[in-house]
Each structure stands twice: as C-alpha cells, then as structure tokens.
C-alpha cells in the first residue's frame, strides 16, 4: 500500500526538509519515527524540498508498507496519532490517506502555494515567522510588477544557480500581495525561486527599479540581475494539489 501523509512543521531548528549528512532535517525525523513505530526501514518521499528555516503549513510525502506490525489494529488515524506522540513538537502529522499505487507526492502535485510575510514594524510574537522591512513599500506597484509573472515561463533569472533541474519552465497561476503577504501558486517552483521573486518585487515596492526593469531582469535569464534572496524564516509552503483520482 502506498500513502500519502499530510503534514505541517516549524522549519527554524531544521537544514530544510531533504535528509543531508551531518544536518537535522524534515525527512530524516518522518522516516526515523516512521521506521520506529512500523518496526522496518521506511522511505518517504517528499512533495518539495523546503531549503533551510522555511516553514510548511502544509506539506505532502508519501510512503509505502508491504505489511502492518502483525497483533494490532492499524487505521490512518491512529498511525497519525501515533507518529505525532513520537515527533518532536514542531512537526505535527495532520492526515495519512490511502493512494493508488502509482501515485506520487511530487510527481502527480498539479499546483503548489507558497506565502512570503512582510512586515513593516517591530513585533516580538511574529519576529521567526516574517521580514521586518525597513523601506516603505508600495503594494500597488508590487502587484503591477506581480501580474507581469504571468506572461513568463522561463524563470532562471529567479533559480538558484547550478541545480541538477532539466527545465526552468513554470507556470504561474496566482501572484498577489495582500496585508503584507505575497501569496504564489504555480505548477512547480525553482529552488530559491519565490525567495528571490519576493526580493525582487520589493525593490519594485521601494522605488529602486521599475516594473520595466522587472521584466526586462526576467527576460535576461540572469540570477545576478534579480534582487537578493530572502531570508527563509518568512516562507510558508501552505498548498499542494492533486488529481481527486490518485486518491481511494
């Protein structure tokens, strides 16, 4: 049986969520609660990767198991319970639904949402979880800039330089400011993309380009020439979509 599991996690004390020598990640602490509590080596296979300090209200792995642990009842809901008793409290399992065989977590994802938070003063409580902007921002402006990401496809001017990705290609779907959150869906997302779309809007936001300026750095297919990557304690992966066939 292959199962996908919906899960939600603080990302501040974690190297981000694909498991890596030497570093504390997502992956690593699933599939060591995951391979305690079924008694056999367990593999989980990720939506995404989220780099290191980003966050996920949602996030999506999958998982697959020949058998049970023979002697005991075994539901989704009560293998969810279970792992949250053995995960450490900034990793919370929200659901474990049955999928088909063929389904996969990152493969068969037909849209991703990811929010970029922006605040403009000095809060204590949020200070982990959004950027304390210290220029004035035109919003108005952001999202003129925003629209123009959906005449694009080619986003290398927003990748991370030398991944193993074969296309720079992405579809976006919804790009929007609103209360100091950017919100962004798309059918998949270059590593550092959102971070260095968000960047690159807020020098829009300041003054320090135009939204001309902004297309023409989409257009030049140069990470140099977008603006600076933003801290990652700020993103939030909150969506992921699939076909309702995958499920049973």
């Not at 980003?54 to 020949?66: E, G, Q, T, W």
């Not at 959102?194 to 257009?219: M, N, Q």
């Amino acid at each position: 049986m292959r199962y996908f599991i919906y899960l939600s996690y603080d990302g501040t004390n974690y190297h981000g969520w694909q498991i890596q020598p030497n570093a504390n990640t997502v992956q690593a602490e699933l599939m060591r609660a995951l391979s305690t509590l079924l008694r056999q080596d367990i593999e989980v296979v990720g939506a995404g990767r989220t780099d290191t300090g980003v966050n996920a209200s949602l996030m999506v792995a999958h998982f697959d198991i020949v058998s049970f642990p023979s002697g005991e009842g075994w539901e989704e809901v009560d293998l969810a319970h279970r792992l949250n008793r053995l995960l450490p409290p900034d990793i919370a399992i929200n659901k474990i639904v049955p999928v088909r065989p063929d389904a996969h977590a990152r493969f068969s994802a037909t849209a991703r949402t990811y929010q970029y938070h922006v605040s403009d003063h000095k809060d204590p409580f949020n200070r982990h979880y959004s950027y304390r902007c210290p220029f004035t921002l035109d919003y108005e402006k952001m999202n003129e800039a925003a629209a123009q990401l959906f005449d694009y496809t080619d986003f290398t001017s927003f990748s991370k330089l030398h991944t193993d990705t074969k296309t720079n290609n992405c579809r976006i779907m919804y790009a929007r400011w609103e209360n100091g959150i950017f919100t962004i869906k798309a059918d998949r997302f270059l590593r550092n993309m959102v971070r260095a779309i968000v960047g690159t809007l807020i020098e829009v936001g300041r003054g320090a380009i135009t939204i001309d300026d902004f297309c023409k750095i989409i257009e030049k297919k140069d990470r140099c020439a977008a603006g600076s990557s933003m801290p990652g304690n700020a993103l939030f992966l909150t969506d992921i979509e699939y076909p309702e066939e995958i499920f049973l």
